[in-house]
């Protein structure tokens, strides 16, 4: 469960740091006091998208954390699979800073994570519901996520979407081969030139590389030739003056002369003799190297580059892209010319495969026509209790081609009139009603899945008196095993919860700040009869608040 929320520089809320408890807490407040800042803060650390609107003004930076107990194993399992350390206590602390530009960064209990992996993390920790949600059942596709959901066939359905996948790739392999038999031999003749052209050149990867250099080679060999005329002359001499080397032999032994009456200068001695040998294996080297200018050389070398270049031009940049190229051809050929035995391969496998997609999605289809009267039941009992005993909710399912989810297409069908036929979702429910059928939804699925946490973000919307009072009966009945954390506006739903926690926003000076307090009995009674009669309370409000609190 969530256990604490601590918020720092996030819009109105300077700091903040909040106590959760199990069971059922009330958030309220006045319009604009900052609740919805504190569903936002929470998204983020379940690694929805941030923006820069969320850092407060005149900071560089703000950061949210929250403090989550008793997780379950296959939440530390996950942990373990995304290599963050475990905690003794079996906690898990979610962080996550936001910057200006809407930079953010992460850490699982103090480790780094990225914002994908508080995405795997977060849906196993709390379920949000908000008003948005109550919209989505205004969508079909939403609806066969709902069933399914119930009815447990997540691993189904993988199972055939990876079927289905596998069957959608071989069909596309066998349309590819659908070409008629002028096209397949123009194309045969087209690759056929290709692979003759390239093969013919034989090229090599880096050949050409090792062409430039040679042609550099000769377009210099003239200064070359010069240079190393130059080198050989200062190391032998010529008829006007001694080389090096003949120089630094007779000063090598003239050293070795005086070295015998001077013992310290044996070493120059032997220095000079070493730069001898030096010099004696740099002349040998200067005479073993020579550049004759070749122009037919320049011209076979010059034609090999502008071949290369051709096929760089229609094949590919350099050498390992244009042969590349070349066993694409030879693999395109290949298909063709055996796409008849290659067909009948396909054929074969589409079919298998074809019958194996076929059979998961109707064991879905079965599935899911089994589990949805169990679900329409289930709902219909909530939405009695929910104040909308006469509605009619039944789920509409036909059969369709093979697509990503089966054979099905699936929507709700409601009536909230006696007498009226049931019609989507779309064309019938109110803002009010959605909302209730969502929370009937919610509350039948929640028994199907493991997450501690369950947040209601107005669910309140559109109803009032007998029909709040049963929302938050149902949501206090949830929070006997979950812990349920609400936003509402309604004096019934507040007087029923185990916990209340009071938004409230004030100006000091030029700035707004908002700050959140856990009520007392006495702060709970004043608060709730606020919201039966707005600002000015009176002494009989204050009565009809404590009524309802001892009641719930």
């Known amino acids: 469960m969530l256990a604490q929320l601590f918020i720092n520089n996030i819009a ?16 309220t407040g006045e319009t604009g006091a900052g609740k919805s800042i504190i569903i936002d803060a929470i998204h983020a650390v379940l690694g929805e998208r941030t923006s820069k609107e969320l850092v407060r003004t005149g900071t560089q930076s703000a950061s949210v954390s929250a403090l989550f107990t008793g997780l379950d194993e296959d939440i530390l399992r996950l942990l373990d699979q995304l290599s963050i350390p475990r905690e003794e206590d079996g906690s898990l602390l979610v962080q996550r800073d936001i910057r200006q530009g809407g930079r953010s960064s992460c850490k699982l209990n103090g480790a780094p994570a990225t914002v994908s992996m508080l995405k795997q993390v977060g849906p196993r920790l709390v ?23 119930f009815a447990g066939l997540e691993s189904l359905l993988a199972e055939y979407q990876a079927a289905y996948h596998t069957l959608r790739e071989t069909q596309r392999k066998l349309e590819a081969l659908q070409t008629d038999e002028g096209e397949k031999a123009r194309l045969s003749d087209l690759l056929h030139y290709q692979i003759d052209e390239i093969q013919s050149a034989n090229v090599r990867v880096g050949e050409r590389e090792e062409l430039e250099a040679q042609r550099e080679v000769i377009r210099n060999s003239e200064k070359i030739a010069g240079t190393l005329e130059l080198l050989r002359g200062l190391l032998s001499g010529d008829e006007d003056s001694e080389g090096l080397l003949t ?21 120059a001695a032997q220095k000079l003799r070493e730069a001898g040998y030096l010099l004696e294996d740099v002349d040998a080297m200067l005479r073993g190297v020579g550049v004759d200018f070749d122009p037919a050389l320049q011209e076979a070398i010059e034609e090999r580059l502008d071949l290369l270049y051709k096929l760089g031009l229609k094949y590919g940049s350099s050498e390992e892209k244009i042969l590349e190229f070349l066993e694409d051809c030879r693999s395109r050929l290949h298909q063709i010319e055996f796409s008849d035995e290659e067909r009948e391969r396909l054929e074969a496998q589409y079919e298998e495969e074809k019958h194996k997609a076929i059979s998961l999605a109707k064991e879905l289809s079965r599935r899911r026509q089994a589990a949805s009267a169990q679900f329409i039941r289930q709902v219909r009992e909530e939405l009695a209790f ?9 789920t509409e399912i036909q059969r369709v081609p093979l697509y990503a989810m089966g054979c099905d297409k699936l929507q709700f069908l409601v009536s909230a009139n006696k007498g009226e036929p049931p019609k989507p979702m ?14 009937a939804i919610k509350t039948v699925l929640s028994g199907k899945d493991k997450v501690q946490t369950l947040i209601f ?7 009032s008196g007998a029909a709040a009072n049963k929302v938050g009966k149902k949501l206090k009945q949830v929070s006997q095993n979950r812990q349920v954390l609400c936003i509402t506006h309604l004096a019934q739903i507040a007087a029923l919860a185990d916990h209340h926690l009071l938004i409230e926003k004030h100006v000091e000076g030029e700035r707004t700040f908002t700050q959140v307090q856990e009520l007392d009995f006495e702060g709970r009674k004043r608060e709730v009869a606020r ?8 002494d009989l409000q204050l009565e009809m608040a404590e009524e309802m609190l001892k009641k719930g």
């Open 531 to 538: 919201i039966i009669g707005g600002d000015q309370v009176t």
């Open 127 to 149: 379920t949000i519901h908000g008003q948005h949600e109550s919209y989505e059942l205004l969508s079909p596709e939403v609806h066969m996520v709902y069933l399914d959901s």
């Open 247 to 267: 120089g630094v032999e007779q000063a090598s032994v003239e050293a070795e002369r005086v070295a015998s009456y001077l013992p310290e200068l044996e070493e």
């Open 386 to 394: 929910l104040n909308m005993p006469g509605i009619q909710f039944e």
């Open 426 to 439: 779309s064309k019938i429910a109110s803002g009010g009603e959605l909302s209730r059928i969502m929370l």
């Open 457 to 463: 973000d107005e669910v309140d919307t559109g109803i």
């Open 12 to 27: 109105v809320i300077e700091r903040a740091s909040i106590d959760l408890e199990k069971g059922f807490t009330v958030l």
